[in-house]
Nanobody
Framework: EVQLVESGGGLVQAGGSLRLSCAAS????????IGWFRQAPGKEREGVSC????????YYADAVKGRFTTSSDNAKNTVYLRMNSLKPEDTAVYYC???????????????????WGRGTQVTVSS
């Protein structure tokens, strides 16, 4: 059974930083890409970043470029999302998801991902 478990969310002041983790099990980690998504109340789920575990290529949404960095530790089957210079508009539930690394050219839409975690809340106060 594939499982993705997010952790590291919390409450932080604007300008602060957080690091989210996505621990994966039940899959061959190197054969997947891991995406980070977020969903704020009343809004659609949006892509934040994606990393191919096979070759390390990364992709970011324009809203987070230069502030967020995704990385993977293949030995630990874990993907990270380092979030710096956080803004109140970054407040959301953050999810990680897994899909094939094939044909990645940007952060794919949610419908292209096969497995999802349950999410972790990030709240940025002003």
């Amino acid at each position: 059974e594939v499982q993705l478990v997010e952790s590291g969310g919390g409450l932080v002041q604007a300008g602060g930083s957080l690091r989210l983790s996505c621990a994966a099990s039940g899959l061959i980690f190197d054969d997947y890409a891991i995406g980070w998504f977020r969903q704020a109340p009343g809004k659609e789920r949006e892509g934040v970043s994606c990393i191919s575990n096979s070759d390390g290529r990364t992709y970011y949404a324009d809203a987070v470029k230069g502030r967020f960095t995704t990385s993977s530790d293949n030995a630990k089957n874990t993907v990270y999302l380092r979030m710096n210079s956080l803004k109140p508009e970054d407040t959301a539930v953050y999810y990680c998801a897994a899909r094939s690394p094939m044909d990645l050219v940007h952060v794919p839409p949610p419908k292209e991902f096969d497995y999802w975690g349950r999410g972790t809340q990030v709240t940025v106060s002003s």
